[in-house]
């Protein structure tokens, strides 16, 4: 491990140790070798090209699509200390010419630009007398006629780079690149002899749910309340279903922005800050919004509608948990989305695009498009569909998805699939699922009387089953290869490579779901987060830096997370720094902000700590990790019950009455456990022990 790359890691970006890949990264690109680099969503790729822009010797380019990524990305730079600017049309041409020969003059070390910006000759002019050490390309797929997102834009910057002496280090990135998507990023650049690291797509700390249901309305307004506290992203896949979301959630009085390219560009602009701002914690969006938007404490995104694709599908949820907490990505999944997708597909723009690629591109998007249908109805692993899409190995189940946590039960539907594969054989595969999941329940259809199918021998064979489980049964048989589905726009069902015979001696088992409440842990995801270890006067504390932090945020006109992240002060509530030592061991504390914002920090825990005295801010590694599994499964304490029995309003489980330190007294005096307690009573080992210190019901 070089020692210089972990000083500059420290002393610039606070971290004393590179996540999974990062290190490697770094090294290959100092070493002088183009790399490219996919790795998910929140796992560190900005610092993978910025730190090694501060150690080489001129100037990094930076490529990237979006304004808000830029601006972001500067804002957080600078706060760092770090030498950043960006080149962009929010800028007049006066300030670009200022910025451009800034730079040339080795102001900045790192420059983003937009990949339209390259083929400008000011530009041109600025990079045949700067001295550029290397160009990243980031959001890499967007190379790629195979990637969710083609710009065409990004072909130039091959061109440019062609044109540079000496030729600089070339760096690509990305979260999202099928095999193909690789293939085409490493070609289409021109990487030469490129390190290419593949951390894996896997976002542990995101719990993945589909809920199959109409009344969407209720859904949104009751997750929304639940979850006041909570930032959100809620996607839609039009602009009509943004508009109508807003208004509901505004006329129930929630703090919410919306966001869709229909609006002026200033209410777009306003509605962004809000958000990002914590002024209004949620948002409803179309997919315009978010890419390059790095708000680090994004508690759930909820897909109102279903994405077209899985690479779009994975993107948007991963702006959930970007500060390692788990969040929930939820996906609202009904028939009629299918339709809108369609819909939009069919009038997507190709004026861009050559003609003899726009019937492969359709035929792409058609397939991807039954990707993402397939993902909303299978009974499998939510984590393992979208890990096998983007070719990781999987063996078994997560654990940490909804499906895993979903009760069900297999039911052998051997016979039903001999009728359906019947059906699929009177319509000699010229229909797709609807008309045949219609005649299998002998539905009273003006398109089934047209097309002639109520004449069927299958018609209303399966008219006992309903047409979700009749669905799921088609999806168990096309995972089997009874049956496939074709790739064109108006996918039919085919017979598979399986036959009839086969199938006379095979069992199909299809998984029926009870639906029920998810548990507590279920709705957040089974990782712990990280305020689960405060006590009260720990989280009470971590509200009055993240109060500090806001007040910093406004003076300085920058989002709150370009201050610190949450995961940063929930470190500081845990480490109690009391001077400059000790605060830089603080996660993602570095000498820069060090300076800025440290002391005010260190007097506000000091004096935190001097109104409080003696206090316990958070559980042991002992308490945390050492209950026994028994003992934490114990009690029926229903904290809502507890709260209107003693008049207590929703949401006081954090704040200490009478009535409940009454009740702990009662409890252990009983001699109930710590561990059933802080089960019961919806707190934490260490909150329940403090408490009964301070009571002094033990030493």
Same mark, same amino acid.
């Given at each position: ?79 760092? @200390? ?23 003059? @080795? ?33 890499? %797929? ?178 959930? @948990? ?143 089953? @309903? ?7 088609? %999806? ?51 990782? &712990? ?61 570095? !000498? ?6 440290? !002391? ?32 934490? !499964? ?44 802080? &089960?019961?009573?919806? &707190?934490?080992?260490?909150?329940? &022990? ?10």
């Amino acid at each position: 491990m070089n020692k210089n790359t972990l000083e500059t890691l420290k002393k610039y970006f606070g971290y004393a140790s590179f996540r999974e890949g990062q290190e490697r990264i770094v090294n290959t690109i100092l070493s002088g070798r183009d790399a490219l680099a996919i790795m998910p969503t929140g796992a560190g790729k900005s610092i993978c090209y910025q730190l090694p822009a501060l150690m080489l010797p001129g100037i990094t380019i930076v490529v990237s699509p979006l304004i808000s990524l830029m601006q972001d990305q500067v804002k957080a730079l600078n706060a760092a @200390g770090i030498r950043a600017a960006y080149i962009n049309s929010s800028l007049t041409e006066s300030q670009i010419s200022k910025a451009l020969n800034y730079a040339a003059q @080795g102001a900045y070390k790192i420059v983003y630009v937009a990949p339209e910006r390259l083929e400008t000759w000011e530009f041109g002019q600025f990079a045949a007398r700067a001295e550029i050490s290397m160009v990243t390309v980031d959001e890499a %797929h967007c190379i790629s006629q195979w990637g969710q997102d083609f710009r065409p834009s990004y072909l130039k910057i091959v061109d440019f780079v062609n044109r540079l002496e000496p030729r600089p280090i070339l760096s690509a990135f990305t979260a999202t690149a099928t095999e193909e998507v690789k293939e085409d990023i490493v070609c289409v650049l021109g990487l030469q002899n490129p390190e290419i690291v593949v951390t894996g797509f896997d976002r542990e700390n995101l719990y993945y749910r589909v809920e199959s249901i109409r009344k969407k309305d209720n859904f949104i307004i009751e997750y929304v309340e639940k979850h006041a506290e909570e930032s959100g992203i809620i996607y839609c896949a039009t602009r009509k279903n943004v508009d109508e979301v807003y208004e509901l959630l505004w006329k129930r009085g929630v703090p919410v922005a919306k966001y869709h390219a229909g609006m002026d560009t200033e209410a777009r602009k306003k509605s962004q800050e809000d958000f990002i701002y914590d002024r209004l914690p949620v948002i409803v969006a179309t997919n315009a919004f978010g890419m390059g938007i790095d708000k680090s404490n994004v508690r759930y995104v909820i897909h109102y509608n279903m994405p077209q694709s899985m690479e779009n599908y994975y993107q948007e949820a991963g702006r959930a @948990g970007r500060d390692g907490e788990p969040p929930q990505c939820i996906l609202l999944f009904s028939a009629r989305d299918v339709m809108i997708d369609k819909f939009l597909l069919e009038h997507k723009d190709f004026s861009e695009v050559p003609p003899e690629d726009i019937e492969p591109i359709r035929q792409r998007d058609a397939r991807r498009l039954q990707i993402m249908e397939g993902y909303c109805q299978t009974t499998s692993c939510f984590r393992n569909y979208i890990l096998t899409y983007f070719g990781e190995k999987v063996t078994s189940p997560c654990d940490n998805c909804g499906n895993c946590h979903r009760e069900y039960h297999e039911v052998d539907m051997t016979a039903e699939a001999k009728a359906v594969l019947d059906c699929v054989s009177e319509t000699k595969g010229r229909y797709g699922q609807a008309v045949v999941v219609g005649t299998l329940l002998g539905a009273n259809r003006a398109r089934l009387k047209e097309l002639g199918t109520i004449h069927y021998k299958s018609y209303g064979s399966l008219k006992d089953l @309903g047409e979700k489980e009749i669905k799921s049964l088609i %999806h168990q048989m096309i995972v089997e290869g009874y049956l496939y589905q074709t790739d064109d726009q108006y996918s039919v069902l085919k017979i598979g490579n399986k036959t009839l015979a086969e199938l006379e001696n095979a069992t199909i088992l299809v998984k029926m779901y009870e639906e029920k409440e998810p548990s507590r842990r279920q709705q957040r995801g089974s990782r &712990r987060r990280n305020t689960d270890m405060l006590t009260g006067e720990g989280f009470e504390l971590f509200e009055l830096l993240r109060g500090l932090r806001l007040e910093i945020a406004r003076e300085e006109a920058v989002p709150p997370y370009i201050i610190f992240s949450d995961k940063t002060l929930i470190d500081m509530c845990v480490k109690l720094p009391e001077d400059r030592g000790t605060m830089l061991d603080v996660s993602g504390v570095g !000498q820069a902000k060090y300076e800025k914002y440290g !002391q005010r920090f260190l007097t506000a825990i000091r004096e935190y700590r001097e109104k409080q005295g003696d206090m316990e801010i958070c559980e042991t590694a002992e308490e945390a990790a050492g209950l026994p599994e028994a003992e934490s !499964q114990k009690g029926t304490f229903d904290r809502t019950e507890y709260n209107r029995a003693h008049n207590r309003p929703e949401g006081a489980s954090r704040t200490w009455d009478a009535a409940e330190d009454e009740e702990l007294k009662r409890e252990f005096g009983f001699g109930m456990k710590i561990a059933e307690i802080a &089960r019961q009573h919806d &707190r934490t080992y260490g909150a329940i &022990r403090a408490r009964l210190k301070k009571q002094g019901m033990i030493e």
